[in-house]
């Protein structure tokens, strides 16, 4: 069941980001409100990776470390990373230092280029996974999506790592492709009209 808490600003919120003024502040500015910049979506394909097994606020503490390490999310400097850098990485304490999520990263930046060069953009490609009958009903948790199992199996097709179906579904209600903040959250109607238009 997805529910709100009232912040000690008289705000309705999502539940989930009580307790942390980080987490408040993610949630009000970034959770679910739409990304169509492919810097910012292969970030966050990259996190969601990362997370996995982990909480996103330990991925939130992490982020700035996370972008030094990884030249900014840049996907085609991040294609450019060799085994150097891979050792450099696991040596890094800023990051999660997991060889196979690491090596993940890397890997999917050369997919990310070809993807480009393929469907246009990181963003139309994501954004074409949008489908308005399939959005969050802002009362029920889930784990996964038709559109989350649907672009899971197209990624892993053009090679993708660390993108399975839940994986991706975290990934899609973050950028806004889902919006899954709650009935009641100041943020769900913000995002709903923010949703772009490909």
């Known amino acids: 069941m997805l529910e709100t808490f009232t912040a000690p600003d008289g705000v309705s919120r999502c539940s989930w980001c009580a307790g942390d003024d980080q987490y408040i502040h993610y949630h009000d500015n970034e959770w679910g409100y739409p990304v169509t910049d492919d810097i910012r979506l292969f970030e966050k394909i990259c996190l969601e990776g990362f997370q996995s097994g982990l909480s996103w606020l330990t991925i939130l503490r992490k982020r700035e470390n996370f972008r030094r390490a ?3 999310f840049d996907f085609h400097k991040v294609a450019q990373f060799d085994q150097s850098d891979v050792e450099r990485l696991l040596g890094d304490a800023g990051i999660i ?58 990624l892993k ?42």
């Open 97 to 154: 230092r997991h060889r196979g999520k690491i090596e993940a990263a890397i890997n999917n930046a050369g997919r990310a280029i070809e993807l480009v060069a393929a469907e246009g953009s990181i963003a139309k490609y994501v954004w074409s996974y949008a489908d308005p009958a399939d959005q969050g009903s802002g009362t029920q948790w889930r784990a996964t999506s038709p559109a989350s199992v649907a672009l899971s199996k197209d």
């Open 70 to 72: 990884f030249a900014g």
């Open 157 to 198: 097709k053009r090679g993708w790592k660390f993108v399975g179906p839940t994986t991706m579904y975290a990934f899609l209600q973050s950028m806004g492709v889902v919006n899954d903040h709650a009935a009641g959250c100041v943020m769900r109607t913000k995002a709903a009209e923010a949703s772009p238009q490909f």
